[in-house]
């Protein structure tokens, strides 16, 4: 398969708008964290812990989300470049590589959605035993 330049710039949009989704949920995560960690320092309470749990492992995904991200553009580029200079092996396999990166860092999205209603089941779960 002969790839041309505009394939691999195909998935710079995506990349654009993956970030740019992506820095907002570990902005807003981190904004949470900072208001559970004062909320567990001044009452101690077990639900507040329990969310801060949760937030860890939702930003340990966001990092790679967009670690893997940031590799699959590099790896757009490395392609267009190689396309540009003639060598169709390296534009394949790196084109290849960076759709399989964005995969995971996608996947990776899946994995922390569903991470994020376990927050939400906390909460919830909260505000039905005291109520």
């Not at 989300?65 to 396309?83: F, K, T």
């Not at 899946?110 to 909260?126: M, N, P």
Request: glycine share 6%; with cysteine.
């Amino acid at each position: 398969m002969n790839l041309e330049i505009s394939t691999p710039a195909l998935l710079f949009p995506a990349v654009s708008l993956l970030f740019l989704s992506y820095t907002n949920r570990f902005l807003h995560l981190a904004a949470l964290v900072r208001t559970l960690h004062g909320e567990w320092e001044r009452d101690r309470m077990e639900s507040a812990r329990v969310q801060i749990d949760n937030l860890r492992k939702r930003l340990f995904l966001i990092r790679w989300m967009q670690l893997l991200g940031a590799l699959s553009l590099l790896l757009c580029v490395i392609s267009m470049i190689a396309v540009l200079s003639g060598s169709q092996v390296v534009a394949n396999a790196t084109f290849f590589a960076a759709v399989v990166l964005m995969s995971l860092s996608l996947a990776s999205l899946v994995v922390e959605i569903t991470i994020s209603g376990g927050a939400l089941r906390i909460l919830l779960g909260q505000m039905e035993d005291t109520g």
